[in-house]
Nanobody
Framework: QVQLVESGGGLVQAGDSLKLSCSPS??????IGWFRQAPGKEREFVSV???????FYADSVKGRFTISRDRATSTLYLQMNELKPEDTAVYYC???????????????????WGQGAQVTVSS
C-alpha cells in the first residue's frame, strides 16, 4: 500500500513563505505533486512533477511556487512564496504510477493521496 505523508502546513500572513513536504513510501511514480481544496470549492491542481523531472504549475501559482524532489529520500517539496489569502486551502500530495501526461492536472486521475496539510494565509 502506497503511503504519502505530508508535513509543513500552518498559518502565515500574506507575503510570507511556507514549505510543504511529502514523503512517499515508494520511489517510482509517473507523476507526483500537489492539489488543494478550499472550503466549498472543487479540488484543484497546483503543481506536479513528471517522472522525467519536468515540473508543471497552475497559472495561479506560477512564479511563486516551486516543486522539487530530494533524490536521496524521494521527498517531494512545495516551496510557496508570496502567499496570498486565496492560497488558503488544504493541500494534498498525490501520486500516480499509471497516469498519462494529458491527465496530470486532473485530480481524479491520481490513485494515491496524502492526509492533507492545512495552509491558512491571513491578509
Amino acid at each position: 500500500q502506497v503511503q504519502l505523508v505530508e508535513s509543513g502546513g500552518g498559518l502565515v500572513q500574506a507575503g510570507d513563505s511556507l514549505k510543504l513536504s511529502c514523503s512517499p513510501s515508494e520511489r517510482t511514480f509517473r507523476s507526483i505533486g500537489w492539489f488543494r481544496q478550499a472550503p466549498g470549492k472543487e479540488r484543484e491542481f497546483v503543481s506536479v512533477r513528471w517522472n522525467n523531472g519536468t515540473p508543471f504549475y497552475a497559472d495561479s501559482v506560477k512564479g511563486r511556487f516551486t516543486i522539487s524532489r530530494d533524490r536521496a529520500t524521494s521527498t517531494l517539496y512545495l516551496q510557496m512564496n508570496e502567499l496570498k489569502p486565496e492560497d488558503t486551502a488544504v493541500y494534498y500530495c498525490a501520486a500516480s504510477k499509471s497516469i498519462i501526461l494529458s491527465q496530470i492536472r486532473n485530480w481524479e486521475a491520481y490513485a494515491y493521496w496524502g492526509q492533507g496539510a492545512q495552509v491558512t494565509v491571513s491578509s
